[in-house]
């Protein structure tokens, strides 16, 4: 049996507060597609890509792979479990 291990993955997050959807859809549309976001209420944002809708509640964290600018959401729960450490530039 062989093991593997996965790459480490760099991605640059932000957290949707409620308060900063401003910022969110800066860094949103910072990476490779402009993104269509909208504030329906002070705790979600929506927003479409290739699979479909995604909305982001207050507190979870909004994800940009570097490499191909995507982005991705996660509750704060799971993201705390996944993510390691910052990484400093």
């Given at each position: 049996?062989?093991?593997?291990?996965?790459?480490?993955?760099?991605?640059?997050?932000?957290?949707?507060?409620?308060?900063?959807?401003?910022?969110?859809?800066?860094?949103?549309?910072?990476?490779?597609?402009?993104?269509s976001?909208?504030?329906?209420?002070?705790?979600?944002?929506?927003?479409?890509?290739?699979?479909?809708?995604?909305?982001?509640?207050?507190?979870?964290?909004?994800?940009?792979?570097?490499?191909?600018?995507?982005?991705?959401?996660?509750?704060?729960?799971?993201?705390?479990?996944?993510?390691?450490?910052?990484?400093?530039?």
């Amino acid at each position: 049996m062989k093991r593997y291990a996965y790459k480490k993955d760099i991605f640059e997050v932000i957290q949707w507060t409620g308060e900063n959807f401003k910022e969110v859809q800066e860094f949103v549309n910072n990476g490779s597609s402009k993104q269509s976001l909208k504030q329906f209420d002070d705790y979600i944002v929506l927003f479409k890509d290739l699979r479909g809708t995604k909305e982001a509640r207050k507190g979870d964290y909004i994800i940009r792979d570097i490499e191909y600018g995507e982005c991705f959401i996660e509750d704060k729960k799971l993201f705390m479990f996944i993510a390691e450490v910052e990484v400093k530039e």
